[in-house]
C-alpha cells in the first residue's frame, strides 16, 4: 500500500464525518424550525377562533335595544385590526410578534370593555346565545394561552439547537436565525376577564 493512500484516506474519513455532521445538523433545525412554524400557526388558529365568537358575539349585541353603540364601534375597530395584522411564518420577526401581540391586547381590552358593559343590560345576560358564546369566549382564551406557551416551547427547541457551539457555526451558514418568542405585555399576565355575574 503506498503511503500517500493513508493520509488520503483520513482525509477523506474527516470530510465524509464532517459532512454527516453537517447534514445532520441541518436537517434537525428544519425540522426544529418546521415544528415552531406549526405551534406559530396553532397560535393563530386560536385568535382566529377567539375573532370569530367575537364577531357572533358583536352582531348577537347588537340585537339589544338601546345598546351603548360606542362599545360596540371599539369592539369592531380592535377586532379588523387584529384580524388584519397577520405574520408570515416563513419570517417570523420580533417587530412582527410585537405588532400582532398589540393588535390583540387591543381587541382584548375592547372585549372587556364590552362585557363589563353587558352586566347593564338583563336581557342580553339572560340570553342563550350570548352565554354560549361567552362559555366559548373562556375556552378559547385558554387554547390561546396554551398554543402561546406551545410555540414557546417548540422555538426554544429550535433556538437552542441553532445557537449551542459547534451548531452555531453551522447555523449562519446554513441561514438559520433566532425566532422570537412569544412575550406577554407587561401588565397583562392574567387572561382577559370575561365571566359575568348572574345574580
Same mark, same amino acid.
Do not use: C
Given at each position: ?5 493513508? *493520509?488520503? %484516506? ?18 434537525? !433545525? ?5 415544528? !415552531?412554524?406549526?405551534?406559530? $400557526?396553532?397560535?393563530?388558529? $386560536? ?9 357572533? /358575539? ?6 339589544? !335595544? ?9 369592539? %369592531? ?5 387584529? &384580524?388584519?395584522? &397577520? ?5 417570523? &420577526? ?15 381590552? !375592547? /372585549?372587556?370593555?364590552?362585557? +363589563?358593559? +353587558?352586566?347593564?343590560?338583563?336581557? /342580553? ?7 354560549? /358564546?361567552? $362559555?366559548?369566549?373562556?375556552?378559547? #382564551?385558554?387554547? %390561546?394561552? +396554551? ?15 441553532? &445557537?449551542?457551539?459547534?451548531?452555531? =457555526?453551522?447555523?449562519? =451558514? ?5 425566532? *422570537?418568542?412569544?412575550?406577554?405585555? *407587561?401588565?397583562? #399576565?392574567?387572561? *382577559? ?7
Amino acid at each position: 500500500m503506498k503511503k500517500w493512500l493513508i *493520509p488520503v %484516506i483520513i482525509l477523506a474519513v474527516i470530510a465524509f464525518a464532517l459532512y454527516q455532521w453537517a447534514v445532520g445538523f441541518n436537517n434537525t !433545525a428544519v425540522e426544529y424550525e418546521a415544528d !415552531a412554524k406549526t405551534a406559530w $400557526s396553532n397560535v393563530e388558529s $386560536s385568535y382566529q377562533r377567539r375573532n370569530d365568537l367575537i364577531g357572533n /358575539l358583536v352582531k348577537t349585541v347588537q340585537g339589544a !335595544a338601546d345598546f351603548e353603540r360606542e362599545t360596540l364601534t371599539e369592539v %369592531i375597530e380592535a377586532r379588523a385590526k387584529a &384580524t388584519s395584522t &397577520t405574520i408570515d411564518a416563513n419570517n417570523i &420577526t420580533a417587530q412582527q410578534l410585537a405588532e400582532f401581540q398589540q393588535a390583540q391586547t387591543g381587541l382584548s381590552s !375592547a /372585549l372587556s370593555r364590552l362585557l +363589563v358593559t +353587558v352586566e347593564r343590560y338583563p336581557e /342580553l345576560k339572560a340570553n342563550q346565545n350570548f352565554l354560549e /358564546l361567552q $362559555s366559548q369566549l373562556e375556552g378559547t #382564551e385558554n387554547r %390561546i394561552n +396554551v398554543a402561546r406557551d406551545r410555540y414557546n416551547e417548540k422555538v426554544n427547541i429550535y433556538d437552542i439547537h441553532t &445557537t449551542k457551539f459547534p451548531g452555531k =457555526l453551522l447555523a449562519g =451558514l446554513f441561514g438559520f436565525e433566532e425566532m *422570537p418568542r412569544y412575550k406577554a405585555d *407587561p401588565g397583562s #399576565e392574567d387572561a *382577559p376577564e370575561v365571566e359575568f355575574n348572574f345574580e
